[in-house]
T-cell receptor
Framework: AQTVTQSQPEMSVQEAETVTLSCTYDTSESDYYLFWYKQPPSRQMILVIRQEAYKQQNATENRFSVNFQKAAKSFSLKISDSQLGDAAMYFCAYRSYGGATNKLIFGTGTLLAVQP | DTGVSQNPRHKITKRGQNVTFRCDPISEHNRLYWYRQTLGQGPEFLTYFQNEAQLEKSRLLSDRFSAERPKGSFSTLEIQRTEQGDSAMYLC?????????????FGSGTRLTVV
C-alpha cells in the first residue's frame, strides 16, 4: 500500500521569503501522480501543483515549484515570495496512474504561517 | 457551474441519530469521491463513484455508512446511529476521466459534530 509522509507539522515564513515544505512517499508503482493541495482555514481544498512521475522536469506554477526526486521518493514544495494569503494547511497527496479509482492518498499536512 | 457544492455546511446531531449529507459535483464530472477528515489529519478515502456505480468502498466505511449517486448526478452520504467518533469533516470531490486528468475539485465540506 502507498503511504505519504509529511514530517513538518508546522512551518513559518516571513512575507516575501521562500519556504520549502517536505513530503516523502512510499510506493512500488512506477507510474503515478503527486499533488500539493492547499486548505485555507474553513475553506475548500484547492490544487496547488501536480507532477507526473514519468516527467523528469519539475512542475512550476507561478511562485510554486516542486523538487521531485523519484529515486528518493521525495516531493517537496517551494513557495517563493511568500504572501499572507499563502497561510494555510498544505497536503501532499499520491495517486496511482491508471488505477481503478484514482483515489488520493494524503499526508497529515503542514500548517504554514506567514509572518508580516 | 460554481464548483462542487456540499450541504449542509455544518451539522450537529445527537448520538444515535441518522444524518444525511448531499454533494452536487461539477456537472460534467463523472467521478465522485467522499473523504473524511478529522482534526489534524489529512483526508481519508471513504468511497468512489463512477457515474452511478459505486466502485470502491474503504474499510473505514462501516455498515452504518451508505452512499448513493442516483443517475450519476448528485450523491448522498448517510450515517446511521451516529457515534461520537463520526465527528469529522466530510469532503466530497469530483473529477472527469479524460486524456488530461487535472485532479479533483473539492467541495467545502460538511462538518459533523456528534454530541
Amino acid at each position: 500500500a502507498q503511504t505519504v509522509t509529511q514530517s513538518q507539522p508546522e512551518m513559518s515564513v516571513q512575507e516575501a521569503e521562500t519556504v520549502t515544505l517536505s513530503c516523502t512517499y512510499d510506493t512500488s508503482e512506477s507510474d503515478y501522480y503527486l499533488f500539493w493541495y492547499k486548505q485555507p482555514p474553513s475553506r475548500q481544498m484547492i490544487l496547488v501543483i501536480r507532477q507526473e512521475a514519468y516527467k523528469q522536469q519539475n512542475a512550476t506554477e507561478n511562485r510554486f515549484s516542486v523538487n521531485f526526486q523519484k529515486a528518493a521518493k521525495s516531493f517537496s514544495l517551494k513557495i517563493s515570495d511568500s504572501q499572507l494569503g499563502d497561510a494555510a494547511m498544505y497536503f501532499c497527496a499520491y495517486r496511482s496512474y491508471g488505477g481503478a479509482t484514482n483515489k488520493l492518498i494524503f499526508g497529515t499536512g503542514t500548517l504554514l504561517a506567514v509572518q508580516p | 457551474d460554481t464548483g462542487v457544492s456540499q450541504n449542509p455546511r455544518h451539522k450537529i446531531t445527537k448520538r444515535g441519530q441518522n444524518v444525511t449529507f448531499r454533494c452536487d459535483p461539477i456537472s460534467e464530472h463523472n467521478r465522485l469521491y467522499w473523504y473524511r477528515q478529522t482534526l489534524g489529519q489529512g483526508p481519508e478515502f471513504l468511497t468512489y463513484f463512477q457515474n452511478e456505480a459505486q466502485l470502491e468502498k474503504s474499510r473505514l466505511l462501516s455498515d452504518r455508512f451508505s452512499a448513493e449517486r442516483p443517475k450519476g448526478s448528485f450523491s448522498t452520504l448517510e450515517i446511521q446511529r451516529t457515534e461520537q467518533g463520526d465527528s469529522a469533516m466530510y469532503l466530497c470531490a469530483s473529477s472527469f476521466t479524460g486524456v488530461s486528468d487535472y485532479g479533483y475539485t473539492f467541495g467545502s465540506g460538511t462538518r459533523l459534530t456528534v454530541v
